[in-house]
Structures are given as C-alpha cells and as structure tokens.
C-alpha cells in the first residue's frame, strides 16, 4: 500500500452540499461572501473546504460531511474535538 493519499478535489456551489453541510455553513459563515466550496475525497472521508470574505478579510473553513468544523493545525473545533478530514 502507498502512503500517499489519493483525493479527488471538485468545485461545488452550495446547492450541491448535503443539508447538514449547508446549514453549518451558513451558520459559520453569516455576513460572508461566499467564493468558492470545494468538496475533497480521500480515504473514504468527504471534506467542504469553504472560502469567503467578510470585510475584505478572508477566510477559510473546513467541514466535515457531518457538518462539523474542522480546523487546521490541529486546532480543536468547536463541534467536534478530534474530528478529522481529507
């Protein structure tokens, strides 16, 4: 086995995210420009990468399929401690 991993990243809009997905999204992201919603796959795991702005400062999340945060850096998210993505 490699240990590479293999993922497969696509360009969504949020009509395309699952409801749970959407609703924390909107939720993390109220008063944000949404710019773009990458869905990630890898190791059976699926991922929404969120960028958006909000007074001309930047920002970027991530979310589980679930729709719990996760952060980088391995930082603790605010729904689910340890939870991990692609």
Do not use: H, W
Not at 4 to 24: L, Y
Not at 27 to 49: H, L
């Amino acid at each position: 086995m490699s240990d590479k991993c293999t993922d497969e990243r696509k360009n969504i809009n949020i009509a395309q995210v699952p409801a749970v997905v959407k609703a924390a999204i909107e939720k993390e992201t109220a008063g944000c420009t949404i710019k773009k919603i990458v869905k990630k796959e890898a190791d059976g795991k699926t991922c929404y990468a969120v960028e958006c702005v909000k007074n001309g400062v930047e920002k970027k999340l991530k979310f589980t399929e679930e729709g719990s945060i996760v952060t980088d850096k391995g930082e603790k998210s605010k729904s689910g401690a340890g939870t991990s993505c692609c």
